[in-house]
């Protein structure tokens, strides 16, 4: 089982649609959890943070259960500027120090 | 700009050429992250420096790749005898101490021939 796995896509959706980003991880220790969101050939750059109460930042809401191991993002009111792929991120702590741990990611496409 | 940079942006190398990457990290950062990242896949953890000491290596880095931070600062990522395996992406990111989140720079995309 890969450690951090996230849905195929590509997402294709209108303008103006809600999505939403699924993403489980294996690794019970993690500790903490983000969504970094990476255009074409670009460097990956970070979205939000997730907190286990959810959190919000405009059109993005992150959540997180840790029973499940399971993390979701919902993008409403979709805007071509959007389109992008969404990479899942987790964190182990090793020794006083954290290491990223990436999903393949999940591809947007906001078409008008 | 203060944020992460990373020379050259594009390297194209002949098969069993050296190459070698440079990335600055935020200058407040003591931390600092070499990933590598081929096409479909997210990134993936190649090392790790706290101020000058490399604390962490993947088994992704063979013998082949060495990574040095000498004063603390700036970083280098060498790859001996390069490989058509060795295309990818190379990023490097950086993080202040106690602080999980990462910040990446543009990257180095090495294409090997």
């Known amino acids: 089982r890969k450690e951090v796995e996230q849905d195929p896509g590509p997402f294709n959706v209108p303008e103006g649609a809600t999505v939403a980003f699924n993403c489980t991880y294996s690794?019970?220790?993690?500790?903490?959890f983000f969504w970094y969101r990476q255009d074409c050939r670009k460097e990956p750059k970070l979205l939000m943070s997730v907190y286990s109460s959810g959190n919000e930042d405009g059109r993005f809401t992150a959540q997180l259960n840790r029973a499940s191991q399971y993390i979701s993002l919902l993008i409403r009111d979709s805007k071509l500027s959007d389109s992008a792929t969404y990479l899942c991120v987790v964190t182990a702590l090793n020794s006083g120090y954290s290491t990223l741990t990436f999903g393949k990611g999940t591809m947007l496409l906001v078409s008008p | 700009d203060t944020g992460v940079s990373q020379n050259p942006r594009h390297k194209i190398t002949k098969r069993g050429q050296n190459v070698t990457f440079r990335c600055d990290p935020i200058?407040?950062?003591?931390?600092l992250y070499w990933y590598r990242q081929t096409l479909g896949q997210g990134p993936e953890f190649l090392t790790y420096?706290?101020?000058?000491?490399?604390?962490?290596k993947s088994r992704l880095l063979s013998d082949r790749f060495s990574a040095e931070r000498p004063k603390g600062s700036f970083s280098t990522l060498e790859i001996q005898r390069t490989e058509q395996g060795d295309s990818a992406m190379y990023l490097c990111?950086?993080?202040?101490?106690?602080?999980?989140?990462?910040?990446f720079g543009p990257g180095t995309r090495l294409t090997v021939t």
């Open positions: 420096f706290q101020n000058e000491a490399q604390l962490e």
């Open positions: 690794n019970s220790a993690s500790q903490s």
């Open positions: 200058s407040e950062h003591n931390r």
């Open positions: 990111a950086s993080s202040s101490l106690g602080i999980y989140e990462q910040y």
